[in-house]
């Protein structure tokens, strides 16, 4: 039988752990035997509660992961996907698990283009999702935990319900016109069409009973059966049965880097996001970053600048890797940085010699990023695409389907949802995977995890987790502080510089006398840091405010009375056999 524990505590803590995102934005939250860290706040307990009874970072990812997506549905869920960074610390190998949608069979890139529209919202927009396999695949692999206990706590939040909170209820009233048409995800997810009120208890019944069903059957639970009917009759045939039974998630070696001194692990193609990263780092490491000056106009204009060449190189060679060959050795070589950075002007603008433009995506999505006591890693971001996805929910079942379709390219001259075109690297074909701006990654020093990063929020998810990284390694933030420190974003198309609020009138104007298009966002990202501090063995949490995040710091073995060198013989002879329960 599933152990209710989970449930009993993910079912009272959720209701305070808003209070604890709060606090979160001024100090980091710390922890001496782990760190949950989650750009959905109910989620983050779930993990924490999991790690403390013994569990490992998988275990709390897979649980983390399934009460997400029954909290933020408008964000990801048992429709959409995922990618996942691991490190095991009892074999010391680094993967990453891609269970990214695919395209059904039935998908042409000449219908689409007869009918650009389609992909964006509807039947034809949803992919074949993967996060049930996917997280079950994870589990086969890592876990340690039985199944049925982790989604326990996901089915108290659908049964007893989630309190409605301002990002919640923003996120619907944004998205209630788009549901008019859509008569099962208004029923569930509003009020007769309006946005619930803050402190409303949503509840999701049918959803609850579908986990129930995964807890029984795993991985196979939507692809084959009743489940895998009904999502074959809510998109008419679009998605058929043999479809969902033919997906499979796919293990990948992960995209390597070093930056001074530090290695990266992060996730390679159909990711945009590793790729991009570690293109970056490469450029970037030949400077001084932190002598130039946080948030000055020439430190924005230089990581604003390759950005652009960056991105640039993400519309005309990042595609899935099973059907397009993607240069990923060139693009992070030594050898390409150096070109890069030779392109770099300090008075003025780099040249891009391409007409193509980048879609940008994955807008409606949810990071979880954990570190244990025994040195293992998680970095997840999983989604359904935009909000609420295609807006279909499947009768019955409480799935939100993706629409993960619209960020193929249709051709060199179709935008997608963003006014943004591609290359035949993303081309849309069946069974293949479209590309991806999500970016899990975790950062090892001598062997040992130090950090696990992601966030959600389309293209703005590279840049988020760029800036974070060079915060914590460049600039010596503190985990909080390096998630909430003011971001900027440069996609090179189109060719203008983001900003956000907080930077000043005279460095956007030197910005400007630099040659850079301005434009404004209200947030760039929500990055999600878990930190290991290797002197003292603490964990540390950044959880950031521009989500409805939420941490949870682990607290289990050693006493606060040891002293530092106690506690590091704690920590590390716990990564050997069991932890003390």
């Known amino acids: 039988m599933p152990d209710v524990k989970l449930a009993r505590i993910a079912a009272v803590l959720f209701l305070f752990v808003h209070t604890v995102s709060f606090a979160a934005a001024f100090e980091p939250t710390w922890g001496r035997d782990g760190m949950v860290v989650t750009s959905v706040s109910p989620a983050?307990?779930?993990?924490?509660?999991?790690?403390?009874?013994?569990?490992?970072?998988?275990?709390?990812?897979?649980?983390?992961?399934?009460?997400?997506?029954?909290?933020?549905?408008?964000?990801?869920?048992?429709?959409?996907?995922?990618?996942?960074?691991?490190?095991?610390?009892?074999?010391?190998?680094?993967?990453?698990?891609d269970a990214r949608e695919t395209a059904p069979a039935a998908a042409s890139a000449e219908f689409y283009r007869a009918n650009p529209d389609s992909i964006r919202s509807g039947k034809y927009s949803v992919g074949v999702p993967g996060m049930v396999q996917g997280l079950w695949a994870l589990h086969q692999r890592f876990g340690s935990v039985p199944w049925a206990e982790l989604i326990e706590p996901a089915i108290a939040l659908a049964e007893n319900g989630v309190p409605v909170s301002i990002w919640h209820q923003s996120m619907v009233k944004y998205a209630a016109p788009a549901l008019e048409d859509q008569a099962e995800t208004r029923r569930i997810q509003t009020i007769?069409?309006?946005?619930?009120?803050?402190?409303?208890?949503?509840?999701?019944?049918?959803?609850?009973?579908?986990?129930?069903?995964?807890?029984?059957?795993?991985?196979?639970?939507?692809?084959?059966?009743?489940?895998?009917?009904?999502?074959?009759?809510?998109?008419?045939?679009?998605?058929?049965?043999?479809?969902?039974?033919?997906?499979?998630?796919?293990?990948?070696?992960?995209?390597?880097?070093?930056?001074?001194?530090?290695?990266?692990?992060?996730?390679?193609?159909?990711?945009?996001?590793?790729?991009?990263?570690?293109?970056?780092?490469?450029?970037?490491?030949?400077?001084?970053?932190?002598?130039?000056?946080?948030?000055?106009?020439?430190?924005?204009?230089?990581?604003?600048?390759?950005?652009?060449?960056?991105?640039?190189?993400?519309?005309?060679?990042?595609?899935?890797?099973?059907?397009?060959?993607?240069?990923?050795?060139?693009?992070?070589?030594?050898?390409?940085?150096?070109?890069?950075?030779?392109?770099?002007?300090?008075d003025g603008q780099p040249e891009v010699a391409s007409s193509l433009a980048p879609p940008p995506d994955d807008?409606?999505?949810?990071?979880?990023?954990?570190?244990?006591?025994?040195?293992?890693?998680?970095?997840?971001?999983?989604?359904?695409?935009?909000?609420?996805?295609?807006?279909?929910?499947?009768?019955?079942t409480g799935i939100v389907l993706n629409n993960h379709l619209d960020d193929f390219s249709i051709d060199a001259a179709t935008p997608n949802l963003w006014q943004a075109v591609g290359a035949d690297a993303n081309a849309i074909a069946p069974g293949k995977r479209p590309l991806s701006s999500m970016t899990p990654m975790i950062v090892m020093k001598d062997g040992r995890p130090v950090m696990a990063l992601g966030s959600p929020m389309g293209t703005m998810i590279i840049s988020a987790v760029l800036q974070t990284l060079l915060n914590t390694i460049d600039f010596g933030f503190d985990a909080q502080r390096a998630v909430m420190a003011p971001r900027f974003h440069h996609q090179w198309q189109p060719d203008?510089?983001?900003?956000?609020?907080?930077?000043?009138?005279?460095?956007?104007?030197?910005?400007?006398?630099?040659?850079?298009?301005?434009?404004?966002?209200?947030?760039?990202?929500?990055?999600?840091?878990?930190?290991?501090?290797?002197?003292?063995?603490?964990?540390?949490?950044?959880?950031?405010?521009?989500?409805?995040?939420?941490?949870?710091?682990?607290?289990?073995?050693?006493?606060?009375?040891?002293?530092?060198?106690?506690?590091?013989?704690?920590?590390?002879?716990?990564?050997?056999?069991?932890?003390?329960?």
């Open 192 to 346: 007769d069409g309006a946005p619930p009120p803050l402190g409303w208890i949503l509840r999701q019944p049918d959803l609850a009973k579908t986990l129930r069903l995964i807890q029984q059957k795993g991985g196979q639970a939507l692809a084959v059966g009743p489940v895998a009917k009904k999502i074959e009759q809510a998109t008419e045939g679009a998605v058929t049965e043999l479809d969902l039974a033919r997906y499979e998630p796919k293990w990948r070696e992960p995209v390597r880097g070093n930056y001074r001194g530090y290695e990266i692990a992060a996730m390679p193609p159909p990711s945009s996001g590793g790729v991009l990263l570690v293109e970056m780092l490469n450029v970037l490491q030949r400077f001084d970053l932190a002598a130039q000056g946080k948030g000055s106009s020439t430190y924005i204009h230089l990581v604003g600048s390759t950005m652009k060449l960056a991105f640039a190189d993400r519309a005309r060679h990042l595609g899935d890797p099973d059907f397009y060959p993607v240069p990923v050795e060139k693009l992070t070589s030594m050898a390409y940085a150096d070109e890069l950075a030779a392109r770099l002007r300090p």
């Open 44 to 97: 983050a307990p779930v993990g924490q509660a999991v790690l403390e009874r013994g569990g490992n970072a998988v275990d709390a990812a897979v649980a983390s992961a399934f009460a997400a997506g029954v909290a933020h549905p408008f964000s990801s869920g048992l429709g959409g996907g995922l990618f996942a960074v691991v490190f095991d610390a009892a074999t010391g190998e680094t993967v990453t698990l």
């Open 363 to 396: 807008s409606g999505t949810t990071q979880v990023s954990i570190l244990d006591r025994k040195g293992n890693a998680v970095a997840l971001t999983q989604s359904i695409n935009t909000l609420f996805g295609s807006k279909i929910t499947v009768p019955g």
């Open 496 to 581: 203008t510089l983001f900003l956000e609020p907080d930077f000043p009138r005279d460095v956007r104007e030197r910005l400007e006398a630099l040659g850079h298009t301005l434009g404004e966002r209200s947030m760039i990202g929500a990055a999600e840091l878990a930190l290991y501090d290797a002197a003292t063995c603490y964990f540390w949490g950044g959880a950031d405010g521009r989500r409805d995040s939420g941490v949870a710091g682990v607290n289990m073995g050693a006493p606060a009375a040891m002293t530092d060198e106690q506690r590091c013989a704690a920590v590390s002879d716990a990564r050997v056999g069991d932890v003390p329960r």
